[in-house]
């Protein structure tokens, strides 16, 4: 059978009034996409990971998604660490590493928040931020003002019973007008009374028009898939000391290696890494 496809849609749009700039989506396929590539997470777990997810995407559409754009929350609650990856060609994915602990927030501060852009050329950009009191949304809409001078206001939802998930990205420009942007703040906190499956990336952009209309609305399709492959996991195994190789290998016994980011298991011999060798 084929791999189901995980597809989902980033909206991006300017309001009629060309004072607010947005980005939304429908996450839904992402959660079930994190939920068969990492079946020994909880729900919950599986919900921390999918907002995670779609932040990263609501905040690489910023950029046109021209660039790889990789978040790392590293902290003290349920989540020892959280990843998440999106890369120019539409791929996402992402993994969570469980602390030992089993109880209190998923994401919880003292930690750090880690932010890694590669341009085109590849060349990387790395910031870090300390985490503050707070979830994912909260983390980000704290690096945007602080990283990035951006005031910017982000809403996450996923329901871990329903796997109902999606996010909205919303900047007013620096020439809103206080009315209008306290129209906005209005729109944004009245969210709450929409249900989840009703949250469109459409419905939403119109939401925070206020039936006005939007303009320059473009659209990003994203693939939840790993990109791991069994050549390039040797080629990476093939850089290590010939001792460190040999060590990793018990009698004729191939090395099982599983990627962490989608489950899959590698066997590999000692003759694929130490092939070449004098």
């Known amino acids: 059978m084929p791999e189901p496809i995980h597809q989902a849609r980033v909206l991006k749009a300017l309001t009629q009034d060309r004072h607010i700039r ?7 396929p992402l959660w079930d996409g994190v939920r068969r590539g990492h079946p020994h997470l909880e729900p919950a777990a599986c919900a921390c990971l999918t907002e995670l997810l779609t932040a990263t995407a609501l905040l690489q559409g910023r950029t046109a ?9 590293k902290g003290a609650g349920r989540a020892r660490a959280v990843v998440a990856d999106c890369w120019p060609d539409g791929t996402i994915r992402g993994v969570l590493d469980l602390s030992a602990g089993s109880g209190g927030d998923w994401v919880a501060a003292p930690g750090l928040l880690q932010v ?7 060349q990387p950009y790395i910031g870090n931020l300390p985490l503050v009191e707070g979830g994912i949304q909260v983390q980000i809409e704290h690096y945007l003002q602080n990283s990035e001078q951006i005031q910017a206001s982000l809403t996450l939802w996923c329901d871990s019973s329903t796997g109902e998930a999606g996010g909205l990205l919303v900047e007013p420009l620096p020439d809103c007008p206080p009315a209008r942007l306290a129209r ?40 939840y898939r ?28 191939p090395l099982e290696v599983r990627c962490d980011y989608c489950g899959t298991l590698y066997p590999i ?8 060798e004098a």
């Open 116 to 122: 890694m852009r590669s341009t085109a050329t590849g």
């Open 226 to 253: 790993c990109r791991c492959t069994r050549q390039a996991l040797v080629e990476a195994l093939r850089r290590f000391p010939s001792e460190q190789k040999a060590d990793l290998f018990k009698g004729d016994e």
């Open 269 to 276: 011999t000692r003759n694929d890494l130490m092939a070449g």
């Open 184 to 223: 906005l703040v209005q729109a944004i906190e009245s969210l709450e009374v929409v249900p989840f499956w009703e949250r469109t990336a459409e419905f939403l952009a119109s939401w925070i028009s206020q039936g006005e209309g939007t303009e320059e609305a473009t659209a990003t399709t994203l693939f």
């Open 22 to 28: 947005l980005s939304s989506m429908n996450a839904s």
């Open 65 to 73: 998604f021209a660039e790889r754009l990789q978040l790392l929350v």
